[in-house]
């Protein structure tokens, strides 16, 4: 009997040697909502609960040869891209991905969540006119909004500006995620041409939550990859990641990750 095999999703990103963000927050994503995850690593961090201790980037021909590896032999039904440290990688990532046509989800990093920087400052630029214009869908943070768009953000009604000044930089859709402003988690999903969706969910009081955005980004990845138009995909994401961060646990001395493996315990 053939064994029927699931949809393939490839992360591009950094590998988070604690376990909670990165590279394998991206995989336990994946695993957990029935996809099979590859990955090419873009950087190693030393990280853990209070902080990053150092990153190094591995060199462009080694992230080249990863994807083509991945890419050519098994394929892909989606790509995520979190961290891209450099102009280079950043460049480099972005011309593999302009000759693939399947859903890209553009997670662009910019600092972890204890504030240290996960892209060179030079590099901004670099990932606003590169990258960008290559993702079907971007999930920047407020943070993050601001760096790509000099827009700040302060409340929710701020939101649209600053979704359109993002879409008006090449994404086909864009989630501007509001976690960080008082009240409900919303997030707002903009595709253009007037398409708003809003996704709410309650706040949960729970400081465990390292591996948010990187994990967000990939559960959207996996329902682009099951079919799922890009409305249902962030829906159904959203929830898994509201789940993830209501159960998040304590780790270390710092912040703890999220639980990806909530539905299952």
Same mark, same amino acid.
């Given at each position: ?14 590998? +988070? ?26 950087a190693? !961090? ?25 890419? #050519? ?25 302009? %000759? ?6 553009? +997670?662009?990093?910019g ?24 993702? !079907? ?11 790509? !768009? ?10 649209? +500006? ?5 879409? #008006? ?19 707002l ?15 949960? #009081? ?5 591996? !948010? ?11 682009l ?22 159960? %998040?646990?304590?780790? %270390? ?5 999220? +639980? ?5 315990r």
């Amino acid at each position: 009997m053939s064994q029927s095999v699931p949809p393939r999703v490839l992360t591009v990103a950094g590998s +988070d040697s604690g376990g909670g963000a990165g590279i394998q927050a991206d995989l336990k994503t994946m695993l957990a909502l029935g996809v099979h995850g590859m990955s090419v690593i873009t950087a190693v !961090t030393a990280q853990n609960s209070v902080g990053v201790q150092g990153y190094w980037e591995l060199p462009a021909e080694a992230v080249r040869a990863q994807f083509r590896s991945v890419v #050519d032999d098994i394929g892909v039904q989606a790509v995520k891209t979190g961290m891209l440290a450099s102009i280079e990688l950043v460049e480099t990532v972005s011309e593999l991905l302009a %000759g693939v046509r399947v859903p890209v989800v553009v +997670d662009p990093v910019g600092v972890s969540k204890h504030g240290d920087a996960l892209l060179a400052a030079e590099a901004v630029a670099t990932l606003r006119e590169r990258l960008l214009p290559v993702a !079907t869908l971007a999930t920047p943070n407020l943070h993050e909004v601001a760096q790509l !768009t000099g827009i700040t953000v302060e409340q929710e009604s701020g939101m649209l +500006d600053a979704a359109k000044a993002l879409h #008006d930089l090449g994404p086909r859709w864009v989630l501007v995620k509001g976690g960080h402003l008082a009240g409900e988690a919303a997030d707002l999903l903009y595709g253009g041409s007037g398409e708003e969706h809003w996704y709410r969910a309650e706040r949960h #009081d729970n400081r465990h939550t390292h591996g !948010t955005g990187c994990t967000l980004a990939s559960a959207i990845a996996a329902e682009l990859a099951k079919g799922r138009t890009m409305p249902e995909a962030v829906g159904e994401a959203k929830a898994y990641v509201t789940g993830a961060i209501r159960r %998040g646990f304590p780790l %270390g001395a710092g912040i703890g990750p999220v +639980d990806h493996g909530w539905r299952w315990r």
